[in-house]
């Protein structure tokens, strides 16, 4: 398996991570039992960077990790997130709580979730603007000193929030979509990173899974899939991102890919501090996303990419418009 480096000075992770939430959560019908399977199946071929957060579910996706890594814990990088929030009453509804008191107790609940003495990178899921980074940031270098964190990450901060949260402890990622239809980072974010020796992982890489070209309409969906309600995935801006999709079918095609290898291959280009995290409950999309490892693109390739997906190319913002309030504070 290929390794990475999280940032200037931090630890070495497969190439390519797993995202666990769409196991349990937001894209439809799931089964445990094979998630659990797919997992064990991701650290036999090397890939020890597990993504999940107590928000998914809520919190059954870190107990289904939990299930999962047991008896194997020292072949894992364990990331897990805090900070939303979820109405036990109704889910749909969550709120970002990003003080002290709550980063502590929301620590101790996912370790016994996971059922683990540490975790390897614990993030700050989404900025809580009422509650200084100062003092959330403070609240989780405490975890590191009391040995229940290893390494500090955020998720969907802005340059100056990053900055801010480097002045009181090493953050060693930054967690953000990233895509051939986000390229939302390049404005400013990846500059950021760079400077202050940050590691950054890309969330959704495949435009969940938009970018496989295995989606062609919404009644591909299942009732209750989250991407339902997402402005891409909605009338005239699914047809427009749909040719976007013809495209990277046609470039794979001629590089000998599939369309999520390419994707794939493009973002672990950009950089060799960038890890994308794809998720998948398949174990063929699983093998399918590990290949993207041995697909080299020339320069001549990327300019080819660049000059068909422009940072505005896709079609509608990637989340409704209350969701992207809480995002690149």
């Keep these: 398996m290929q ?15 797993l995202g666990c939430m769409g196991m349990s959560d937001f894209y439809g019908s799931h089964d445990d039992a094979v998630s659990e399977a797919l997992i064990r199946s991701a650290l036999d071929r090397g890939v020890n960077f597990l993504d999940t957060a107590d928000m998914y579910g809520p919190f059954t996706n870190e107990q289904l990790v939990g299930r999962a890594i047991k008896g194997r814990r020292a072949q894992v990088f364990l990331a897990t997130k805090f900070g939303i929030q979820r109405d036990p009453g109704d889910p749909t ?23 683990v003495e540490h975790i390897d990178l614990y993030y700050q899921h989404r900025v ?50 990233y895509s051939l239809w986000t390229r939302d980072p390049e404005d400013g974010v990846l500059a950021a990173c760079a400077r202050l020796g940050v590691g950054f992982v890309a969330y959704s890489p495949l435009g969940r899974g938009f970018l496989t070209g295995a989606i062609r309409s919404v009644d591909d969906f299942e009732a209750d899939d989250y991407r339902r309600n997402s402005p891409r995935f909605q009338g005239e801006n699914f047809q427009k991102n749909l040719q976007l999709v013809e495209q990277i079918r046609a470039l794979a095609a001629a590089k000998g890919c599939t369309p999520a290898q390419l994707a794939l291959a493009w973002l672990l280009a950009r950089d060799p501090h960038i890890v994308p995290i794809p998720g998948t409950r398949r174990l063929a999309r699983l093998q399918e996303n590990l290949g993207a490892l041995d697909v080299v693109l020339d320069a001549a390739e990327l300019a080819r990419i660049d000059a068909l997906f422009p940072p505005d190319a896709a079609s509608g913002q990637r989340y409704p418009e209350a969701m992207m309030r809480s995002v690149r504070n």
């Design 3 to 17: 390794t990475r480096r999280l940032g200037r000075n931090g630890p070495e992770v497969s190439a390519l991570g």
């Design 93 to 115: 509804r969550r709120g970002i709580n990003g003080r002290p008191e709550y980063v502590r107790s929301a620590c101790d609940a996912s370790l016994k979730r996971l059922g």
């Design 128 to 177: 809580d603007t009422g509650t200084p980074i100062e003092d959330t940031v403070g609240a989780m270098a405490d975890l590191v000193r009391a040995g229940k964190v290893r390494y500090l990450g955020l998720s969907e901060a802005g340059p100056e929030t990053l900055a801010r949260a480097c002045a009181v402890h090493p953050i060693t990622a930054l967690q953000t979509e």
